[in-house]
């Protein structure tokens, strides 16, 4: 039997409003594990992660928000995935926000490199997180999980140690862009990341910006980690979110990409971030994430129960 471990993050202290620390708790209530074990995986909640004590954090960068509270999720966090990494079952992040991938993209990343096999990242996000606290308008701390996993200069001492290994932006797809600040913008198309804004989607579909880069993990027998925010959907149907952007993708678009990875089988890690329980609408975000999460480990639409919004 496949093997699933879910993993609770609630943390909030990433995003620029609260509330994603209830994200756990609404993927339990909306059922993630039960709909994984209906699909015969054998799921392994281990219940929530609890941030690593952080005394030593430098003190020079007064603008990053929480910074020590971020850094002891990221020490954690990290710590788990590189852990998790090594055993024959698929982790699934439960967030909070996105700056849990700090610690979780930098954990596979450093794991796939004992391995010595590539780690490929797909972001499906409305914004590239790729800012640094030089370039971060805001200091919310979930806007730089990519370029801190890159190894890009400037950042504190957030894992308490170098990276063990950093991910290559060759190896980094980005899809749903349509919020990225200027600083980052300059960083990303230099980085040589694959990067695929709204307009790319419309004109040539899902379908044929994913394939390239699912050939490419299969190719070189690659890793892939999936991170996985929830205002990468339009906010029409996906409104629990703290930074809605309009113009997000479709149900189908976003079901037809989870239907693709699994007709891959190249998933090796997931997150679920950025759910904000406090601004959903009767729990629906929270079923619609799960939904995806269901299509994305074999269930397919044409299956599923159709009931009426
Ligand atoms: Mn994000």
């Known amino acids: 039997m496949k093997q699933i471990t879910l993993l609770g993050v ?3 202290e990433g995003a620029g409003r609260r509330g994603c620390v209830m994200g756990p708790a609404a993927y339990r209530t909306a059922g993630l594990r039960e709909e994984l074990c209906a699909l015969e995986y054998d799921v392994d909640d281990l219940g929530d992660v609890t941030p690593s004590p952080v005394t030593d954090i430098a003190t020079g960068h007064t603008h990053l928000k929480y ?3 971020v850094a002891g999720w990221t020490r954690a966090l990290h710590a788990h995935a590189h852990t998790l990494a090594q055993k024959d079952s698929i982790p699934i992040y439960m967030g909070g926000d996105h700056a849990l991938s700090l610690g979780t993209v930098t954990g596979h990343v450093a794991a796939a490199a004992d391995l010595g096999r590539p780690q490929y990242v797909l972001w499906l996000d409305a914004h ?5 606290p030089q370039t971060s308008p805001s ?11 890159c190894g890009l200069p400037g950042f504190p001492d957030l894992l308490g ?4 290994a950093t991910l290559d932006p060759k190896k980094l797809c980005l899809l749903g862009l349509r919020s990225v600040d200027g600083g980052e913008r300059a960083l990303l198309q230099a980085s040589g990341a694959r990067a695929h804004d709204m307009r790319a989607i419309d004109e040539r579909g899902v379908a044929a910006l994913l394939s390239p880069f699912l050939d490419a993990v299969a190719r070189t027998n690659g890793l892939l980690h999936v991170s996985l925010d929830v205002d990468f959907i339009e906010p029409d149907i996906a409104p629990a979110v703290g930074t ?3 113009g997000g993708a479709t149900f189908r678009e976003a079901h037809l990409i989870m239907e693709m990875l699994h007709d891959s089988s190249l ?3 997931l997150d679920l971030v950025e759910l904000n329980p406090f601004l959903d609408d009767r729990g629906r975000t929270a079923r619609l994430m799960v939904d995806l999460t269901a299509s994305l480990f074999g269930r ?4 599923r129960f159709t009931s009426s919004y």
Do not use: I, Q, W
């Not at 200091?139 to 996993?149: E, I, K, R, T, V």
């Not at 397919?300 to 299956?303: E, F, G, T």
């Open 10 to 12: 609630p943390m909030e």
């Open 67 to 69: 910074l020590p509270d």
């Open 128 to 132: 590239s997180d790729f800012n640094t």
């Open 139 to 149: 200091g919310n701390m979930h806007g730089m999980p990519l370029a801190f996993a």
């Open 161 to 164: 140690k170098p990276l063990p």
């Open 244 to 246: 809605t952007v309009p």
């Open 267 to 269: 998933l090796t890690s």
């Open 300 to 303: 397919r639409v044409l299956d």
